[in-house]
């Protein structure tokens, strides 16, 4: 049964970085089309970026150029690179497939963007 991990959160300044990881048991990331989304409290679910199983990535306009998605199938991880943060990046970060799988939701990750 595959399960999804994700860890690297945090509280960090304004302007800061953080790397999000996402680590699978029980599959590999590359057979898979995998993506990061974030809840931010009171909002709805957000896709903040996507990995096809070629490797082609894409984001939307709130991070693009901010938020880098990788993986390394050696090691079944997703990564999520996060330069210069801002307060509204502030949420709870999950990996899961693309479009979603309801039964692989972890418990995510906090970030905290705030001075």
């Known amino acids: 049964q595959v399960q999804l991990v994700e860890s690297g959160g945090g509280l960090v300044q304004p302007g800061g970085s953080l790397r999000l990881s996402c680590a699978a048991s029980g599959s590999r990331f590359s057979a898979y089309a995998m993506a990061w989304y974030r809840r931010a409290p009171g909002k709805q679910r957000e896709l903040v970026a996507t990995?096809?199983?070629?490797?082609?990535?894409n984001y939307p306009d709130s991070v693009k150029g901010r938020f880098t998605i990788s993986e390394d199938n050696a090691k079944s991880t997703l990564y999520l690179q996060m330069n210069n943060l801002k307060p509204e990046d502030t949420a709870v970060y999950y990996c899961?497939?693309?479009?979603?799988?309801?039964?692989?939701w972890g418990q995510g990750t906090q970030v905290t963007v705030s001075s």
């Open positions: 990995i096809t199983s070629g490797g082609s990535t």
């Open positions: 899961n497939a693309n479009p979603p799988w309801s039964r692989l």
